[in-house]
Antibody
Framework: QVQLQESGPRLVKPSQTLSLTCTVS??????????WSWIRQPAGKGLEWIGR???????IYNPSLKSRVTISIDTSKNQFSLKLSSVTAADTALYYC??????????????WGQGTLVTVSS | QSVLTQPPSVSGAPGQRVTISCTGS?????????VHWYQHLPGTAPKLLIY???NRPSGVPDRFSASQSGTSASLAITGLQAEDEADYYC??????????FGGGTQLTVL
């Protein structure tokens, strides 16, 4: 059973960079044709996809966040990471990592982490 | 404002059938991109409920089903149970925004 766990600072100051890591257990991050995504949910709002990475390192980001987002992968540690720069209070959210599958007609997320709440505040 | 539109809430009594709609446009569901559904209990990891329009992952009861037509999709839950009380999200792919979600629907079991 694949499990994902988010980790990183829970409090980030405005204008700084938010950094989170997702550790994958129960399977290799390099095996299979999987992508790995970050998704967030601001309080009281819906889910927002941030971006995804393939084991090769290729990435695609949500256009609305693209200028501030970097997702990277470390296959030796079975981890992938998110960096979101120049954060504001609007970036306060529950951040999830998820294993991502391509159907040929869409992407979907078959395993999710529990989520970690990141607050942007001075 | 989510790209896919869902009703904010639905409710039903135990044993009843409820449906949750998900309305998109010609750039996502109407373009033929697959629709997927998730069940989310606050404080827990979202759970994949339906993938590729109509398929249930192993372990998901057949009380959950989904359909798609034109620019819309819907999730149906029959034989409603108290444990079904959760938030439900639809998700698809959009030619301009990549992965898109609905705003979520809160299901209340009366």
């Amino acid at each position: 059973q694949v499990q994902l766990q988010e980790s990183g600072p829970r409090l980030v100051k405005p204008s700084q960079t938010l950094s989170l890591t997702c550790t994958v257990s129960g399977g290799s991050i390099s095996s299979g044709s999987y992508y790995w995504s970050w998704i967030r949910q601001p309080a009281g709002k819906g889910l927002e996809w941030i971006g995804r990475i393939y084991t090769s390192g290729s990435t695609i980001y949500n256009p609305s966040l693209k200028s501030r987002v970097t997702i990277s992968i470390d296959t030796s540690k079975n981890q992938f990471s998110l960096k979101l720069s120049s954060v504001t209070a609007a970036d306060t959210a529950l951040y999830y990592c998820a294993r991502t599958r391509w159907t040929g007609g869409s992407f979907y997320f078959d395993y999710w982490g529990q989520g970690t709440l990141v607050t942007v505040s001075s | 404002q989510s790209v896919l539109t869902q009703p904010p809430s639905v409710s039903g009594a135990p044993g009843q059938r409820v449906t949750i709609s998900c309305t998109g446009s010609s750039s996502n569901i109407g373009a033929g991109y697959d629709v997927h559904w998730y069940q989310h209990l606050p404080g827990t990891a979202p759970k994949l409920l339906i993938y590729v329009n109509t398929n249930r992952p192993s372990g998901v009861p057949d009380r959950f089903s989904a359909s798609q037509s034109g620019t819309s999709a819907s999730l149906a839950i029959t034989g409603l149970q108290a444990e079904d009380e959760a938030d439900y999200y639809c998700q698809s792919y959009d030619t301009s925004l990549s992965v898109v979600f609905g705003g979520g629907t809160q299901l209340t079991v009366l």
